[in-house]
């Protein structure tokens, strides 16, 4: 299997682990119209559902193999034959088919969830890729809960499925558990241990219980791995999945990593709000690259900067995310630049006396209002002017 060594996939599992937040589930026509913007987007992959767990989910698996074209169509399962045979029927109109299929890794998960042993578990595991096999060329093997296994236990497993025909690996920190540090070295641990490791890509799947997945994610990428498994807006069980916008633009901006997709950042703005609204999940203001706030400038000294140079406070341009525009907005905190430059957007050239005066009388109602509006300001100027 030949990669470009520099190209990360971008799995995207908006419709499939992002949907598990309570209140947010989509109908099939819902999960099209946010699949054709993921294509449109540039996803190298769409895990389009779990089909075994409801017809919904069987269903929109079948509608979305229909409805594009480019990326990868994935659909989840346990390790067992019905649910792989659920999967492959469900994949059946997919271009480009794939069957995720896994088990868990840790011997938390062996012994409390399936009440087992290593050795059956590892029967189990490389059982599901082979069957798999049977249905699609293109499987993924998932060790669930791999942030909290054994390494030795975990790079065993990991060889295994490879030599079962496992094209993807996907090494979940399931309960976002692990520190960068930690999580890097799991990922370089088994692509310098695992013999047969260059037969197959490795992917990360990193939850945000400690606020750690984006920053889990980009260790696992810059140790080897090379698909990243991501939600728009972050979303998911518990507190989240990684976020895409975040992992991408990360790579973007730090261009010594020598990392690369093939997404269209520009869409990232209008692809957020899509899923916000259609899964009716709001994304907090102070959100990074799409939330409200992540363009604007409030305190007095961040103004004065960015309007000398917007570079002195932003390091990626809002139009790279299809954001609408860098804002100043006007609070008490905010200097008599930043008052400058929205009075002559407004048509208002104030000599230096007269500017002060009107922002004497500026700050007072700032002090007052939590914002300050267009009209505020042309009010401001007619009493000074009067």
Not at 132 to 150: I, M
Request: proline share 3%; aromatic share 6%.
């Amino acid at each position: 299997m030949i990669h470009d060594p520099n190209k990360v996939y971008i799995f995207d599992t908006t419709l499939r682990d992002g949907e598990q937040v309570p209140g947010c589930q989509l109908d099939t026509n819902q999960k099209i119209e946010i699949a054709k913007s993921l294509e449109l987007l540039g996803v190298d992959v769409i895990e389009a559902g779990f089909p075994v767990s409801s017809p919904g989910d069987f269903n929109s698996v079948i509608e979305l193999s229909k409805a594009v074209t480019n990326p990868i169509i994935c659909a989840l399962t346990r390790a067992n034959k019905n649910d792989i045979d659920v999967a492959a029927d469900a994949l059946r109109y997919a271009k480009r088919p794939r069957i995720h299929t896994g088990i868990g890794s840790s011997d938390f998960h062996i012994k409390h969830k399936f009440n087992s042993t290593r050795e059956e578990i590892l029967e189990r595991a490389v059982e599901a890729v082979r069957y798999s096999k049977k249905f699609v060329e293109d499987v993924e093997f998932y060790a669930e809960d791999a942030g909290r296994a054994d390494i030795e236990f975990l790079a065993k497993m990991v060889e295994a499925v490879i030599a079962a025909g496992a094209t993807v690996v996907n090494i979940p920190d399931t309960n976002g558990y692990c520190l960068p540090d930690q999580y890097g070295s799991k990922i370089l641990y088994l692509k310098e241990n695992v013999k047969n490791i260059d037969k197959a890509i490795i992917s990360v799947h990193c939850h945000n219980d400690l606020g750690l997945a984006t920053a889990n994610s980009i260790a696992g990428l810059q140790n080897g791995a090379r698909q990243v498994e991501c939600t728009i807006n972050g979303i998911g069980e518990r507190a989240g999945n990684t976020s895409m916008e975040e992992v991408v633009m990360i790579l973007k901006t730090h261009k010594v990593l020598g990392l690369n997709t093939q997404i269209d950042t520009t869409r990232f703005y209008e692809m957020s709000h899509m899923v916000r609204n259609q899964m009716n999940m709001p994304v907090q203001p102070n959100k990074a690259i799409v939330g409200g706030n992540a363009f604007s400038h409030s305190s007095g000294i961040h103004q004065d900067g960015f309007l000398k140079n917007r570079e002195n406070y932003e390091i990626i341009k809002p139009e790279d995310v299809g954001f609408p525009d860098a804002t100043i907005v006007l609070t008490a905190r905010s200097g008599r630049h930043a008052l400058k430059h929205h009075l002559e957007r407004l048509g208002h050239q104030l000599e230096k006396e007269h500017l002060d005066i009107v922002y004497k009388q500026f700050l007072i109602l700032a002090d007052s209002k939590q914002g300050i509006n267009d009209q505020d300001l042309n009010q401001l100027v007619a009493l000074h002017l009067a």
